[in-house]
T-cell receptor
Framework: DGGITQSPKYLFRKEGQNVTLSCEQN?????MYWYRQDPGQGLRLIYY???????QKGDIAEGYSVSREKKESFPLTVTSAQKNPTAFYLC????????????FGDGTRLSIL | AQSVTQLDSQVPVFEEAPVELRCNYS??????LFWYVQYPNQGLQLLLK??????LVKGINGFEAEFNKSQTSFHLRKPSVHISDTAEYFC?????????????FGKGTRLSVIA
C-alpha cells in the first residue's frame, strides 16, 4: 500500500544532542512537509520541499534542519539549538495538481530526557 | 497572510445528536478548504475538501461541510454522531494554485461524544 512512513514512533533526546526524524513516502509525490503539533496549537509548519534538492523555511524553522536528496525522503533534524523540542512531529506529502490534499504519516513523538 | 479560526476548542455532544464544528478563514480571494480528523497518536486523515462548484461537500464517515463565501466559513456537520467520532478535527486552507503549497491549519476542535 502507498503511504508515508515516519520513524521512530517515539524518540528521546538528551540535552545538547541532535536527533533525526525519518519520513519516507512511496506515493511519488513531489512536495513534502514537516509540521510540529503542540496541544491546543494546531499544526505549525517547520519546513517544506516542493522538489528534490530544494526546500523552504516555514513559520518555525529555527533550531531545525532538513534535506531532500531523494524524492521519497525528507528527514528532519532537531538540533540542540531548538530549546523546546518536546512535541508531536508530523510529515506530509502531496502531488501536483490543483487542490491536491496532503497525506500524513502517523507522527513521531519527541521527548526530552 | 492566511489564517483559520476554529471557534470552539472543545465540543461535547451526546451520541446520536447532531454536531456542527465551526471554521472561518481570513482570505477574501478564492481558496481551497479542507477538513481533517486526527485520532489519538495518529496522523491526520482527510474528511473532505472544497475546491469549487457545489457549496455543500460530502465526505467520509457521514460528515459534510458547507462553503459560505460571503461569511468566509466552512462549517463541518454530522446529523448523528457516534462514539467513534471522538477525535480532534482540523480545518485548513490554501490559495490556488495550491498543488504544492503548504496548508494553513486552525488550532483544532476536540469533539467528545458522550454515551
Amino acid at each position: 500500500d502507498g503511504g508515508i512512513t515516519q520513524s521512530p514512533k517515539y524518540l528521546f533526546r538528551k540535552e545538547g544532542q541532535n536527533v533525526t526524524l525519518s519520513c519516507e513516502q512511496n506515493l511519488n509525490h513531489d512536495a513534502m512537509y514537516w509540521y510540529r503539533q503542540d496541544p491546543g496549537q494546531g499544526l505549525r509548519l517547520i519546513y517544506y520541499s516542493q522538489i528534490v534538492n530544494d526546500f523552504q523555511k516555514g513559520d518555525i524553522a529555527e533550531g531545525y534542519s532538513v534535506s531532500r536528496e531523494k524524492k521519497e525522503s525528507f528527514p528532519l533534524t532537531v538540533t540542540s539549538a531548538q530549546k523546546n523540542p518536546t512535541a508531536f512531529y508530523l510529515c506530509a506529502s502531496n502531488g501536483r495538481g490543483l487542490g491536491q490534499p496532503q497525506h500524513f504519516g502517523d507522527g513521531t513523538r519527541l521527548s526530552i530526557l | 497572510a492566511q489564517s483559520v479560526t476554529q471557534l470552539d476548542s472543545q465540543v461535547p455532544v451526546f451520541e446520536e445528536a447532531p454536531v456542527e464544528l465551526r471554521c472561518n478563514y481570513s482570505s477574501s480571494v478564492s481558496v481551497y478548504l479542507f477538513w481533517y480528523v486526527q485520532y489519538p497518536n495518529q496522523g491526520l486523515q482527510l474528511l473532505l475538501k472544497y475546491l469549487s462548484g457545489s457549496t455543500l461537500v460530502k465526505g467520509i464517515n457521514g460528515f459534510e461541510a458547507e462553503f459560505n463565501k460571503s461569511q468566509t466559513s466552512f462549517h463541518l456537520r454530522k446529523p448523528s454522531v457516534h462514539i467513534s467520532d471522538t477525535a480532534e478535527y482540523f480545518c485548513a486552507v490554501s490559495e490556488p494554485p495550491s498543488g504544492n503549497t503548504p496548508l494553513v491549519f486552525g488550532k483544532g476542535t476536540r469533539l467528545s461524544v458522550i454515551a
